[in-house]
C-alpha cells in the first residue's frame, strides 16, 4: 500500500475524534417552527435576518418567523436614527434585545429592547469596532467510484479554506484521488473563487482553476472566468438559488494515443447554484455549469456537481457527492463525451460554522 494511501487511512480514523473537537463559535436560532439553527448572524436589515448556517449556506429570515436568537460575540448595532450601539443580541418573546457592552464586561444595567424595524444594520466587533472577517478550514477523505473510458475505484482527498469579510469572500478547493503507483494524482480538480459583496442580489466573482482527468486523456486544463452571479430567489430562507454569466479562457493539454493535444480556447461561462437547507443538519448543494466554446464553434463543455453533507457531530459530516462532466467533442474518437463520479467520505470543518 502506497504512502498516499496509508496516510488517508489513518487520517478517517482520526476525522471522528476531530470532529469532537473542532471549535467554533456559534450563534443560535430558534424558528416559530420550532427548529434550532447553528452558525453565524451576519446582519440584520429591513426586518431581515441574514445568517449563514454552520454548512456554509446563507439563509434570509424574516423576522416574524424567528421565535428567539442568542448570540455569542459582541455586535455593532446600527440603528437608522442614531448612533451605533454595541452589545451582546438576543431575542426572547418574539422582542429584539441588546445588553449593552459596559453590562456584558461588569455587573452594569441589564439589556435594553429594541424595535426591529429601526435596526439599519448590524456587524462583528469589539470594543473598537472593525469589519467582520472569518476563517474557515475543511479536511475531508473518503472513497471515490469514478466511470467513463475506464472504472477506478479509489480514496480521494479534499481541503478547503475560505476567507469571509464585509466586502468581499474567497474560496480554495483541491480535490486529488490518491493511486498506489503513480506520483502524481491522475485525477485533480483545484479552484479558487472570489467573490464580491455588494448588498444588492448581483455579485461579481473570479475563479482560476486547474484540472486533471487521465481517464478522459486530460493532462492539465487550466482555466479562468470573471463575470456576475445574480440571486434568483430572494424570498426563500431555506433555499439559496443563484445563476451567473460571465467570459473564460482555458488552455489545455490532451495526451493520449501517442500524440498530444495542445488547445486554447476563449468561452463563455455560465452556471446555476442551489443550495438548500433541509434540516438543521442536513444541507444539499448543486453547481450545473455549461461552457460554450468561442473560439470553436460548436464546442461544449459542461459539469455538475451536487453534495449532500449530514452533520454527525458539532465540526463532523458525512458528505455524499456526484460529479458528472460532459464534452462533446473528446480529444479522440473513441472516447466517451461522458464521466461519472461518486463518493462518500467524512470531513471536518474548523473555523466558524
Request: aromatic share 10%; glycine share 10%; proline share 3%.
Given at each position: 500500500?502506497?504512502?498516499?494511501?496509508?496516510?488517508?487511512?489513518?487520517?478517517?480514523?482520526?476525522?471522528?475524534?476531530?470532529?469532537?473537537?473542532?471549535?467554533?463559535?456559534?450563534?443560535?436560532?430558534?424558528l416559530?417552527?420550532?427548529?434550532?439553527?447553528?452558525?453565524?448572524?451576519?446582519?440584520?436589515?429591513?426586518?431581515?435576518?441574514?445568517?449563514?448556517?454552520?454548512?456554509?449556506?446563507?439563509?434570509?429570515?424574516?423576522?416574524?418567523?424567528?421565535?428567539?436568537?442568542?448570540?455569542?460575540?459582541?455586535?455593532?448595532?446600527?440603528?437608522?436614527?442614531?448612533?451605533?450601539?454595541?452589545?451582546?443580541?438576543?431575542?426572547?418573546?418574539?422582542?429584539?434585545?441588546?445588553?449593552?457592552?459596559?453590562?456584558?464586561?461588569?455587573?452594569?444595567?441589564?439589556?435594553?429592547?429594541?424595535?426591529?424595524?429601526?435596526?439599519?444594520?448590524?456587524?462583528?466587533?469589539?470594543?473598537?469596532?472593525?469589519?467582520?472577517?472569518?476563517?474557515?478550514?475543511?479536511?475531508?477523505?473518503?472513497?471515490?467510484?469514478?466511470?467513463?473510458?475506464?472504472?477506478?475505484?479509489?480514496?480521494?482527498?479534499?481541503?478547503?479554506?475560505?476567507?469571509?469579510?464585509e466586502?468581499?469572500?474567497?474560496?480554495?478547493?483541491?480535490?486529488?484521488?490518491?493511486y498506489?503507483?503513480?506520483?502524481?494524482?491522475?485525477?485533480a480538480?483545484?479552484?479558487?473563487?472570489?467573490?464580491?459583496?455588494?448588498?444588492?442580489?448581483?455579485?461579481?466573482?473570479?475563479?482560476?482553476?486547474?484540472?486533471?482527468?487521465?481517464?478522459?486523456?486530460?493532462?492539465?486544463?487550466?482555466?479562468?472566468?470573471?463575470?456576475?452571479?445574480?440571486?434568483?430567489?430572494?424570498?426563500?430562507?431555506?433555499?439559496?438559488?443563484?445563476?451567473?454569466?460571465?467570459?473564460?479562457?482555458?488552455?489545455?493539454?490532451?495526451?493520449?494515443?501517442?500524440?498530444?493535444?495542445?488547445?486554447?480556447?476563449l468561452?463563455?461561462?455560465?452556471?446555476?447554484?442551489y443550495?438548500?437547507?433541509?434540516?438543521?443538519?442536513?444541507?444539499?448543494?448543486?453547481?450545473?455549469r455549461?461552457?460554450?466554446?468561442?473560439?470553436?464553434?460548436?464546442?461544449?463543455?459542461?459539469?455538475?456537481?451536487?453534495?449532500?453533507?449530514?452533520?454527525?457531530?458539532?465540526?463532523?459530516?458525512?458528505?455524499?457527492?456526484?460529479?458528472?462532466?460532459?464534452?462533446?467533442?473528446?480529444?479522440?474518437?473513441?472516447?466517451?463525451?461522458?464521466?461519472?463520479?461518486?463518493?462518500?467520505?467524512?470531513?471536518?470543518?474548523?473555523?466558524?460554522?
Amino acid at each position: 500500500m502506497s504512502g498516499f494511501k496509508r496516510y488517508a487511512l489513518l487520517l478517517t480514523a482520526l476525522l471522528f475524534q476531530m470532529g469532537a473537537s473542532a471549535q467554533s463559535v456559534n450563534d443560535t436560532l430558534t424558528l416559530v417552527s420550532g427548529e434550532i439553527l447553528h452558525g453565524n448572524l451576519l446582519d440584520i436589515e429591513d426586518s431581515i435576518i441574514t445568517f449563514r448556517t454552520r454548512h456554509g449556506s446563507r439563509m434570509y429570515l424574516p423576522f416574524d418567523q424567528i421565535q428567539s436568537m442568542s448570540v455569542a460575540r459582541i455586535r455593532s448595532i446600527s440603528l437608522k436614527s442614531g448612533e451605533p450601539i454595541t452589545g451582546l443580541l438576543t431575542m426572547e418573546d418574539r422582542s429584539l434585545r441588546l445588553r449593552p457592552l459596559d453590562a456584558v464586561e461588569t455587573t452594569g444595567p441589564g439589556s435594553m429592547k429594541i424595535d426591529i424595524e429601526d435596526v439599519k444594520g448590524v456587524k462583528l466587533t469589539s470594543r473598537t469596532p472593525k469589519p467582520s472577517v472569518q476563517n474557515s478550514a475543511l479536511v475531508e477523505t473518503g472513497v471515490l467510484l469514478r466511470e467513463g473510458n475506464q472504472s477506478n475505484i479509489d480514496l480521494y482527498a479534499r481541503i478547503e479554506i475560505g476567507r469571509t469579510t464585509e466586502g468581499y469572500s474567497w474560496n480554495w478547493e483541491t480535490l486529488f484521488a490518491l493511486y498506489e503507483s503513480d506520483d502524481f494524482p491522475n485525477y485533480a480538480r483545484s479552484e479558487f473563487e472570489w467573490r464580491g459583496d455588494s448588498g444588492t442580489s448581483r455579485t461579481a466573482f473570479a475563479i482560476a482553476g486547474f484540472q486533471r482527468d487521465r481517464d478522459a486523456a486530460l493532462d492539465a486544463r487550466l482555466q479562468a472566468a470573471v463575470g456576475y452571479d445574480y440571486r434568483l430567489l430572494l424570498d426563500n430562507p431555506y433555499r439559496e438559488v443563484r445563476g451567473g454569466i460571465g467570459l473564460g479562457v482555458a488552455y489545455e493539454s490532451y495526451d493520449g494515443r501517442n500524440q498530444s493535444i495542445k488547445d486554447t480556447d476563449l468561452d463563455i461561462f455560465l452556471r446555476l447554484i442551489y443550495n438548500s437547507q433541509l434540516r438543521d443538519r442536513l444541507t444539499f448543494s448543486n453547481e450545473w455549469r455549461g461552457i460554450p466554446s468561442l473560439t470553436d464553434g460548436g464546442d461544449f463543455r459542461a459539469s455538475y456537481d451536487s453534495g449532500l453533507a449530514w452533520s454527525l457531530l458539532d465540526g463532523l459530516e458525512l458528505n455524499l457527492q456526484l460529479r458528472i462532466d460532459y464534452d462533446d467533442n473528446p480529444p479522440f474518437a473513441d472516447y466517451d463525451q461522458w464521466r461519472g463520479a461518486v463518493g462518500a467520505g467524512f470531513r471536518v470543518r474548523f473555523g466558524p460554522k
